[in-house]
């Protein structure tokens, strides 16, 4: 065997590393642009599978949520209308809680009575107008005699204006009123047993106004 003895290499060939590899034909790494497009891809394809097979009844299917609606307030429980207040003008006068019963005129008395109720013309007081008196449509006054409520035509005195003036007060209703005597200011108009009219010394008795019909 002959030995070679090694010549001269030749010119414009490059073994080794040098400033650039030759190691293949095909790069080392894809571009950065191609991986990304290709993992987007992917996962679009996932994301179409999965819906179909949601919509085929593949998925877990929850029951919606049950619809929750606002707590409704209680209904306002009806008002009574408010009784009238007297005030100057024309009444009719009953005891609290008996609308059917009135204060009229029997005779020279006044008294309650069911029948015949009288229509009363209230104005300021004759001996004080911050309070009330009391008219009948014939022009007697409503006054205390011997502490008995009668209807009487004014003699212009002083002692009869006294006696046909009553003071209002609050009753024992809203809206009612107690009539206490302007002269006798311990006294308040009380309906007896048989229904006549005095000026007492006790609570007296609470009275509403209606309107006349």
């Known amino acids: 065997m002959t030995d070679q003895v090694p010549g001269p290499r030749p010119s414009g060939t490059v073994y080794g590393r040098g400033g650039v590899e030759m190691s293949g034909s095909a790069p080392d790494r894809l571009p950065r642009a191609m991986i990304a497009g290709v993992v987007v891809g992917v996962v679009a394809v996932l994301g179409l599978g999965y819906a179909a097979w949601s919509s085929t ?10 619809a929750t609606s606002a707590p409704t307030e209680p209904a306002p429980a009806p008002t009574k209308p408010a009784k009238p207040q007297l005030t100057a003008g024309s009444w009719l006068l009953s005891p609290l809680d008996d609308e059917a019963t009135y204060l009229t005129a029997t005779g020279e008395y006044a008294k309650m009575s069911p029948a015949d109720p009288a229509t009363l013309t209230v104005s300021a007081g004759l001996a004080d107008d911050t309070c009330f008196s009391f008219r009948l449509e014939d022009g007697r006054y409503l006054r205390h005699f011997d502490y008995r409520l009668r209807f009487d035509a004014s003699d212009d005195s002083d002692l009869f204006r006294a ?7 609050a009753g024992t209703d809203a809206g009612t009123i107690r009539l206490r005597s302007k002269n006798y200011p311990d006294h308040v108009v009380h309906r007896r047993d048989d229904d006549s009219l005095y000026i007492d010394k006790e609570s007296g008795t609470s009275f509403m106004v209606q309107v006349p019909s």
Do not use: I, N
Request: charged content about 30%.
């Open 163 to 169: 006696d046909a003036t009553f003071c209002r007060e």
């Open 57 to 66: 009844g593949g998925a877990e299917q929850r029951p919606a949520a049950a």
